[in-house]
């Protein structure tokens, strides 16, 4: 059965950094891409970032080019989300997800997703 749990949010001042981490189980990181997808209240959630089975293909939504690098070690079933320069805005939780098939691509579309972990809070704020 996938599980998948996430780790690493809190409460960062503009400017500071996270790092998220999502552990998995019940499947391997070399067969599905996964991604990172964040949700803040009353909006949808969206595709903030992701990467395909072999790494070689990864996808980041335009609003954290240049300051998120989403990275996973598949020995340990881990995938990490640095957040650098984080900007102060709604709160958010954060959620990592395997996509539903199995390849080197890599997509930010939520309804692509199947099994999710059950989030973690990221608070921009001073």
């Known amino acids: 059965q996938v599980h998948l749990v996430e780790s690493g949010g809190g409460l960062v001042q503009p400017g500071g950094s996270l790092r998220l981490s999502c552990v998995a189980s019940?499947?391997?990181?070399?067969?599905?891409?996964i991604g990172w997808f964040r949700q803040a209240p009353g909006k949808e959630r969206e595709g903030v970032s992701c990467?395909?089975?072999?790494?070689?293909?990864?996808y980041y939504v335009d609003s954290v080019k240049d300051r998120f690098t989403i990275t996973k070690d598949n020995a340990k079933s881990t995938m990490h989300l640095q957040m650098n320069s984080l900007k102060p805005e709604n709160p958010a939780v954060y959620y990592c997800?395997?996509?539903?098939?199995?390849?080197?691509?890599?997509?930010?579309?939520?309804?692509?997703?199947?099994?999710w972990g059950q989030g973690t809070q990221v608070t921009v704020s001073s």
């Open positions: 997800a395997t996509h539903r098939g199995y390849g080197d691509y890599c997509s930010g579309s939520v309804v692509e997703y199947d099994y």
């Open positions: 019940g499947f391997t990181l070399d067969g599905r891409p």
């Open positions: 990467i395909s089975n072999s790494a070689g293909r990864v």
